[in-house]
């Protein structure tokens, strides 16, 4: 279409304000933006929309239009909403890059912009590729006659004889026509997309496997939970899905990469839809989270569970047994001069929030529901998850602590063994857990029935290793050289009261991943030392009174002398002992490090040249 045409249509809302002479332009696309520096989303030939959020002050104009200018789009149209009147020195800018420039009034959306150009531009085209996007966009409707991404795919296979998928970031299939793709081509597919995002390359992505070409289309998020306009590529990379087709497009004409590129705005609809869907999810999940870290009665969390179980478990009836995982990612300084990078923090929390809730999809399992079980949380940088488990099978009959267990349940209202939930043993790991990473093997079977394979077959936990296993190789891509992802497992509970320890178990593991070499780690309950095991279920008087007998008079030291005493104290046991190699940490002589230690000594009565007064501070500063 025209650029001209747009003005004919009063829906729109455009009012030209430069550019009279260049309104024959030809407009091959849409995309709304308000980063400082587009051009790597950019092709040519787009008509781009602009909210003026870049706009800081007159001086940034003319670098905002000199850069859309190089990428040769068609025209912008910047929104009145934000600013009212169009800026003079936008204007300015325009008329001197001879690009054509168009008021967007405040009362008209951009998505209705969008819909009409990529109709038009559709209609334009050859007759069965315009038939193709209408066709896409009646069907992609929330209506009856809505198909869902499928549909689109299938219209994609019959009427273009082109085979694609709908991948998440992991490479788990969402959607697609005919064969489903194999699960690890596609992490290998999702690995190429995340890594040539991360260089800051142009979509489409290019990748072959094993003789055949695929080429990989980016399908980003634009609804509410879109990350603003201006941030840091790593905010979104981790979460964006991508639509792969099996065909080289570095040979396709416009027409065909401008339909592909509306295909994946349409299927943008499905995605925000399903993100909208996560909204109850997470707030469970938060209002759980906040009562266990509040401290409050097992009651009032048992209440709250028993919300979440029919949300979470359709059908169930009761509430299940429940894990607690924990994910952190962490990203390294930001580089401006990087493709994609800007400066200042990321916030994890969001980010590890969306990367959990696909790490905990079934990669098995595709369609429009195959996260109903996962509930996530964030808090700071954590992400926390709220698994709720099936009842497994029945527990061993001589499992440690039946009776007063049993009548915790039935004080928090939820089920005993006698409703089928798995018993935790006295060190916390589930007694029914199966084989891999979880308990020993066949814990979970009948007495005398030889039915370890098939106990173990049944065991509905989750275990670390295996949580990881298959999204590993597309995770490390994303997250490059300067990205992070830690992850812990909690072992199963089934009461209220077990909640809070899970947590603190899950928060331990995660720790344990983070002291292991690599981009993407985990750990679960089991790999966790019998001290570390413990610290969780002691009382929280007991916990306060002991760090305070030990470490307090090193923290009113400090705060008095800036000695750093409780930094030594740590370095020191870090270092077994070692003066050198603790000296060496701290960038100190030993013997400033040897008059530090001898402070603490003074300072709380114990020596730290015996094993039992080590152990303690080792404990108390794990517990503070």
């Known amino acids: 279409m025209r650029l001209r045409a747009l003005l004919e249509t009063d829906a729109l809302g455009l009012r030209l304000l430069g550019g009279q002479d260049e309104l024959d332009r030809t407009v091959r696309g849409v995309m709304t933006t308000d980063l400082r520096d587009p051009s790597r989303y950019l092709s040519g030939g787009e008509l781009v929309l602009t909210g003026l959020a870049w706009r800081r002050d007159a001086s940034d104009s003319e670098p905002f239009v000199r850069i859309l200018a190089g990428a040769g789009v068609a025209g912008l149209a910047a929104g009145e909403a934000e600013l009212g009147d169009i800026p003079a020195d936008l204007v300015e800018a325009c008329d001197h890059h001879r690009l054509p420039l168009f008021a967007v009034h405040e009362t008209v959306a951009f998505a209705t912009i969008t819909e009409h150009v990529v109709r038009q531009v559709s209609g334009e085209r050859a007759g069965d590729l315009a038939a193709v996007v209408d066709r896409h966009r009646r069907l992609m409707t929330s209506g009856p006659a809505g198909g869902g991404p499928e549909v689109v795919l299938d219209l994609l296979t019959s009427d273009l004889d082109l085979r694609a998928w709908v991948l998440s970031p992991t490479g788990r299939q969402i959607a697609g026509a005919g064969t489903p793709l194999p699960g690890p081509l596609g992490a290998t597919l999702a690995g190429h997309h995340l890594a040539a995002t991360r260089t800051g390359r142009r979509a489409p992505h290019r990748a072959a496997v094993a003789g055949t070409t695929y080429s990989l289309f980016p399908i980003r998020n634009a609804g509410r939970g879109a990350v603003p306009a201006g941030r840091d590529v ?3 990379v981790l979460s964006d899905w991508l639509l792969a087709v099996e065909a080289d497009a570095s040979d396709w004409p416009a027409a065909r990469l401008d339909l592909l590129q509306g295909v994946t705005q349409l299927i943008a609809v499905e995605r925000d839809r399903r993100e909208a869907a996560r909204t109850v999810r997470r707030r469970l999940a938060q209002e759980v989270l906040e009562l266990v870290q509040a401290g409050a009665a097992p009651a009032e969390i048992a209440a709250r569970l028993r919300v979440a179980a029919p949300v979470l478990l359709p059908g ?6 429940w894990q607690v995982v924990v994910a952190r990612v962490d990203w390294t300084a930001a580089d401006a001069t990087a493709p994609g990078g800007v400066p200042g923090d990321i916030a994890g929390g969001p980010v590890a929030q969306a990367l959990l809730e696909e790490i905990l999809v079934d990669p098995a399992v595709s369609g429009p529901d195959s996260a109903d079980r996962i509930a996530v949380a964030h808090t700071g940088e954590e992400a926390i998850a709220l698994v709720p488990l099936p009842a497994g ?7 440690v602590g039946d009776a007063t267990d049993t009548d915790a349940d039935a004080d928090a209202g939820l089920p005993a063994d006698g409703d089928g939930a798995v018993r935790e043993t006295g060190t916390g790991a589930p007694a029914a857990a199966g084989t891999g990473t979880g308990a020993g093997t066949g814990a979970g079977a009948k007495p005398g029935t030889g039915a370890a394979p098939a106990a173990a077959a049944q065991d509905p936990a989750l275990h670390a290793d295996a949580l990881l296993a298959a999204v ?8 490059a050289d300067d990205g992070r992802l830690t992850l812990g497992v909690s072992a199963a509970v089934h009461s209220a009261e077990g909640l809070r320890g899970a947590l603190e178990e899950a928060r331990h593991a ?27 279920f002691v009382p929280d008087d007991v916990r306060r009174a002991f760090t305070a007998r030990l470490l307090d008079p090193l923290r009113d030291y400090d705060r ?16 077994d002992g070692s003066w050198t190699r603790c000296a060496a940490r701290l960038h100190l002589h030993v013997n400033t490090l040897r008059y530090r230690v001898g402070r603490i000594e003074q300072l709380t009565g114990r020596d730290l040249s015996r094993l039992e007064d080590k152990l303690d501070f080792f404990l108390a500063l794990r517990m503070s």
């Open 234 to 236: 790593r905010e979104s």
């Open 316 to 321: 169930l009836g009761v509430a299940p047994q």
């Open 393 to 399: 099978p029945a527990p061993l009959p001589d499992t």
């Open 472 to 479: 590993r190789e597309p995770l490390s891509a994303g997250l």
């Open 510 to 536: 995660r720790r344990v991943a983070a002291a292991r070499p690599g981009r993407v780690c985990a750990a679960g309950h089991h790999e966790l030392a019998s001290h570390v095991l413990l610290l969780p």
């Open 560 to 575: 008095r002398h800036r000695a750093e005493l409780i930094e030594t104290l740590e370095a020191f046991l870090d270092c």
